[in-house]
C-alpha cells in the first residue's frame, strides 16, 4: 500500500491537468482497502481508475484511492460461455487484448478504450454496437458507508447509457469496485453492425444513416470466419485514425454524450432527414454530438491551450499540454452555447468534472 499526501494527480488523469490532492492513496488488496482507517482520511473520498474519463476542475481537498487489484481468473467448464473474474485495477484493455489472445468473444468492439476495468463497469463504456452490461454478470464492491463487502448482479446495476446504480447521486462515491465478473464466449459472434467495422474488415454491407450497416443476410462474412483478433485488430485501426492518443496528448475520450430527442425535433433539426442519426425502439432518435459541433464551424476550435480534437470534434485535447481547466470549461461552455443557439439542444458531458 502506498500513502502520500499533497501528492501531484498529473500522471493520474489522462487530460494531463495540472492538480493535486490531499492525500493518495493505492492499495494492493481487498483486504488492504478494507483495513484502511477512513475517519482519519482527509474528506471527500474520490475513487478513480486510470483518470481517463475525468477533468479535475481544482486541487482535490480529499482522499483520491486508486486500485492495483489485478488478477484475471476464468472459470472454464468447457461450454460456450466462459465466465471470467477480473480485479477492478486490470487496465481495461489489456483484459481485451487477452481475451481476444484466447479467441474469445465478447470484449473485442471494446479494444483501445482506456481506463481500468472497475472504472469501465462504473461508466458502462460502449463503443461499435456493444457496450459493457452485455458482458457483466455481476460486480463486487466495498460499500464505504457500511464498511462491507457487497454484490451487484448486472440486473441489479440498472445498467444505462453511460451510466450505471454507481453513478447516481444518492450511491455516488459510496461504493469501490473490487473485481468484475464478465462473461466471454467461444461462440462465433461477431458485431459487425458499424459500417466502419465491416469497411475495415473489407466486408461489404447496405450503410445506414447513422454510421451503422443492414449486413446482407446471404452474405456472412464474405472474406472468411473472422477471429476476435482480427475484429480487435480492425477496431484498433479505426479509434487510432480518428482519436488521440492519451500519451502524446491529453485528453479524456468523447467528452459530450450524444443527445437523444424526439422524432418531431430531429425533423426540426434536419428536416430533409440527412443528419446522421440512429433511430431508437422508443421511438426517440439519437443524434452524433460530434455532428452537431462540426455543423457549428467548432471542429478545431481552441481556447487558451484546450482545443477541440481536428479529427474528431467529440473530443476536447489539452493540446499545448500545459491547458488549464479553466480553459477546458470555457470551451466546453462555448461548444454547448453553439449547438443550444443552433440546434436547440443541450449538449451534456460524458466526463466527470471533479
Known sequence: MRIQLNYDLSAQNTFRMKVSCACYVEYETVK????LNFDRLPKPLLHIGEGSNL??????PGTVLHSNIEFIKYV???????????GAGVVWDHFVAETCRHGLWGAENLSLIPGEVGAAAVQNIGAYGVEMKDLVSGVVCFD?????????????CRYGYRDSIFKQPENKGRYVVTSVLLRMS???????????VREALGIPGQAGKDGSTVPNPVMADPIGPLTPQQVREAIIRIRRAKLPDPEEIGSAGSFFKNPVVSREDFARISPDGSAPHYDLPDGTVKVPAAWMIDQCGLKGATEGGAAVYDKQPLVLVNASGTATPQEVLALEQR????????????????VDHI
Not at 467461444?186 to 466502419?196: F, I, M, W
Not at 443552433?342 to 451534456?348: D, K, P, Y
Open 76 to 86: 472454464d467448464m468447457g461450454f460456450e460461455d466462459v465466465p471470467v473474474m477480473v
Open 32 to 35: 488492504e482497502l478494507e483495513g
Open 335 to 350: 461548444i454547448i452555447n453553439g449547438v443550444q443557439a443552433r440546434f436547440g439542444v443541450t449538449l451534456h458531458p460524458e
Open 144 to 156: 464505504l458507508q457500511e464498511r462491507r463487502k457487497v454484490k451487484f448482479s448486472r440486473e441489479e
Open 186 to 196: 467461444r461462440k462465433y459472434s461477431p458485431r459487425l453492425d458499424y459500417k466502419g
Open 55 to 60: 477533468l479535475f476542475t481544482q486541487d482535490f
